[in-house]
């Protein structure tokens, strides 16, 4: 597959692996030895980064993305997180709130590092921004971890353009992780150009709106109990029913293409910037091998062209009010 720099020396796939979902948030977890299945078939794939984070399950993910790619490790970068208060929490429980102080990114790193089976960590992201830390602090904390070997490169996720110039003065931030598709383009108006002019890479995750942009998930759709699309505003039936006109206009391009809307989808994203890196997640094989696949596919400017001139808006917001909180302005 063809590589992409994040920052200035990251290379990574151009499309990686988002894990989260093998262990958290999307319904019940699934089978780890069928999920670690998944995450090795993608490296044989040409994937070679995958992302996940200490909150995952909690605990859960890292520890079987540590198991998964323990055999190739030095083939593969791994990104994980930090930034929430886990004392004391255990897997399936929730975090306590944000903690970004210095001295629980250092403890939460040696465990992270023990749960990947790894020495280090390549790209280590604060996971939301902590309003009651400086993120000078944070960025602080991350260099020293950096000069000690145990971190390759520093991220953020969810940022505002204030709070990634600040972590950039103190250590150079490699990439930022926030959400970014087709049905989510706030981050063209101010974060794409900051992060072109600082030399930041790009990580858009639910780069398949949650699922909704692959065609698979319509207004009669349901989700698992635990599913926390349910409480998402722009899965209620009727923005789902609105928001339709998306898949649309995947599918047309998609049949014209011999391809898919996930695909369409993905590869319209690959289009916006050189530096720009999707991790769609997955639980199942096929879907993972189709993700994969969008790297290959080149877009027309005809395509691109029906794109935009569609001029789409999603219905409905993309985080209930408590999440909403949590997204650094």
């Not at 990686?16 to 089978?31: A, I, R, T």
């Not at 250092?106 to 993120?135: A, E, F, G, K, W």
């Not at 970014?180 to 030399?199: F, H, Q």
């Not at 207004?219 to 029913?241: C, L, Q, V, W, Y």
């Amino acid at each position: 597959m063809e590589k992409r720099t994040l920052g200035t020396d990251l290379d990574v796939s151009a499309v990686g692996l988002g894990c989260m979902s093998m262990s958290f948030s999307y319904g019940p977890p699934g089978d780890p030895q069928e999920m670690i299945a998944i995450v090795r078939a993608a490296v044989d794939r040409g994937v070679t980064f995958f992302d996940t984070a200490q909150v995952y399950g909690p605990f859960a993910n890292e520890t079987l993305v540590g198991e998964a790619l323990e055999p190739v490790r030095d083939q593969v970068a791994i990104a994980t997180k930090f930034g929430w208060d886990l004392d004391g929490v255990q897997v399936g429980e929730r975090a306590h709130g944000l903690d970004s102080r210095p001295a629980t990114i250092t403890r939460s790193v040696d465990d992270s590092l023990r749960r990947l089976r790894t020495d280090r960590i390549d790209l280590l992201y604060q996971h939301r921004v902590d309003p009651n830390v400086p993120i000078e602090d944070v960025a602080g904390t991350v260099k020293e971890l950096v000069a000690a070997g145990k971190v390759k490169h520093f991220g953020l996720s969810e940022a505002g353009v204030q709070t990634i110039r600040r972590a950039h003065a103190v250590q150079p931030v490699t990439a930022l992780q926030s959400e970014y598709s087709l049905w989510w383009r706030e981050p063209e108006d101010e974060i794409v150009p900051t992060l072109e002019e600082l030399g930041i890479g790009f990580v858009p995750f639910s780069p398949l709106g949650k699922g909704f942009l692959t065609g698979k998930i319509d207004e009669s759709t349901t989700f698992a109990g635990d599913d926390f699309r349910n409480t998402i505003p722009r899965f209620d039936p009727d923005a789902r029913r609105a928001n339709r006109t998306y898949v649309d206009l995947l599918a047309r391009i998609a049949e014209r293409r011999n391809a898919t809307p996930a695909q369409i989808a993905l590869a319209w994203l690959l289009t916006r910037k050189p530096w720009i890196v999707p991790i769609p997640g997955t639980t199942k094989l096929h879907r993972m091998e189709e993700n994969a696949q969008a790297a290959d596919l080149e877009l027309t400017t005809a395509d691109l062209e029906e794109i935009e001139d569609a001029q789409l808006r999603a219905q409905g917001e993309r985080y209930p009010e408590n999440m909403q909180r949590l997204i650094d302005r």
